[in-house]
């Protein structure tokens, strides 16, 4: 882990997955390995789970996302 104090935004989808038989049903799974293991070196990272699925609210989870990002740059 080289630069600790990056602006780091990880979104997952608690319904990600549920129309695969292979190893993406396990998806969320997967996620929440993933951002407890960031979490522990970005405690000040975005790790946000909703309950959507991977192509769904896209418009909602980008503005999210934006206006996450707007607040860190303090951008009105």
């Given at each position: 882990m080289?630069n600790?104090?990056?602006?780091?935004?990880l979104?997952n989808?608690?319904?990600e997955g549920?129309?695969?038989t292979?190893?993406?049903?396990?998806?969320?799974?997967?996620?929440e390995?993933?951002?407890?293991?960031l979490q522990?070196?970005?405690?000040t990272g975005q790790f946000?789970?909703?309950?959507?699925?991977?192509?769904?609210q896209?418009?909602?989870?980008?503005?999210?996302?934006?206006s996450w990002l707007?607040?860190k740059?303090e951008i009105e």
């Open positions: 080289k600790l104090d990056c602006l780091l935004y979104q989808g608690q319904t549920t129309h695969h292979n190893r993406l049903a396990q998806a969320p799974a997967y996620a390995q993933i951002h407890t293991s522990k070196h970005y405690p946000v789970f909703d309950p959507h699925g991977h192509h769904e896209v418009a909602e989870r980008f503005l999210a996302f934006s707007a607040k740059w």
